[in-house]
């Protein structure tokens, strides 16, 4: 059968951690696997991979063939160059010293350009962080200048405010004080009483005006009651002839009394008789 260097998954959904492991070609990913050599973490950076080295290559020695990703890991660990100088030294290409030293020097590099490596995360992290601080630095020396150019207009009608107080001080201490007020009104009477009209002279000035507006109204009031007096002369009779009628009544009716009396003395008479 032909057998495999390769990873099964454990850990949990969005958290994957990845056993290495010599299993069967035929065998599931998740399935039986015959010896457990290492664990992987892709979540971290760079990637933690730990790898029994002497048990894997033991296991490249007998003819197990990797998984790709498995394959990068092992010449990530240097897991390839030792079996290929271990294949030197088996075959007297070169001597077990000389591969070792070989091996060493490439060991060396490779752990100085990952310490470099993890160093220039740590740095940019670093440098991550003090950027977002002093962005946030920024954001609140904004937001104080704003907070201090709202106080300050908030300010400006409290000051205007004393302002007013402070003219209000000022006129009230140049104000007239009540006796002089007094004083003022005092002399003010006098020269209205000295320049004051008498009632005589007010209704002789009302009576001129009248006069004055007299004629006017006079000739207009002429005009309108002449023509009245014309109106009532053509509906009704002269004063004369009014009295006149009236007189004829008066001796119309005494006439008729007397010769209502002399009718009863007669009757009388003829009754005596």
């Known amino acids: ?44 950076n760079p990637a933690t991979i730990d790898i029994l080295e002497d048990k894997a290559l033991d296991w490249l020695m007998k003819g197990a063939q990797p998984s790709d990703t498995v394959r990068a890991m092992l010449s990530y660990k240097g897991l390839l160059l030792r079996k290929h100088l271990k294949m030197g030294v088996l075959k007297g290409a070169i001597s077990e010293e000389e591969a070792e030293s070989k091996y060493e020097d490439w060991k060396k590099g490779k752990d100085d350009r990952v310490n470099q490596k993890v160093a220039g995360l740590d740095k940019k992290k670093e440098d991550d ?110 004063p004369s002839d009014i009295s006149t009628e009236v007189e004829e009544t008066v001796e119309e009716s005494t006439s008729s009394e007397l010769a209502s009396n002399e009718t009863s003395d007669s009757e009388d008479d003829t009754k005596e008789a």
């Open 1 to 44: 059968m032909s057998t495999r260097i390769r990873l099964t998954r454990r850990g949990r959904k969005k958290l994957a951690l990845y056993d290495i492991v010599v299993a069967d070609s035929r065998a599931p990913r998740d399935g039986r696997f015959i010896e457990k050599i290492g664990s992987y973490n892709p979540n971290t």
């Open 129 to 238: 962080k003090k950027a977002r601080f002093e962005a946030e630095t920024k954001v609140n020396e904004a937001r104080a200048e704003a907070i201090r150019k709202k106080n300050i207009v908030e300010e400006a009608p409290a000051e205007a405010e004393d302002g007013t107080v402070v003219e209000t001080e000022v006129v009230v201490n140049d104000a007239v004080t009540p006796t002089e007020a007094e004083g003022d009104m005092v002399a003010e009477s006098e020269v209205t009483e000295a320049d004051a009209v008498t009632p005589a002279e007010v209704a002789e000035s009302i009576v001129a005006e009248t006069d004055a507006i007299a004629p006017a109204k006079t000739e207009e009031g002429t005009v309108v009651e002449t023509e009245v007096e014309a109106a009532v002369a053509e509906r009704k009779e002269t």
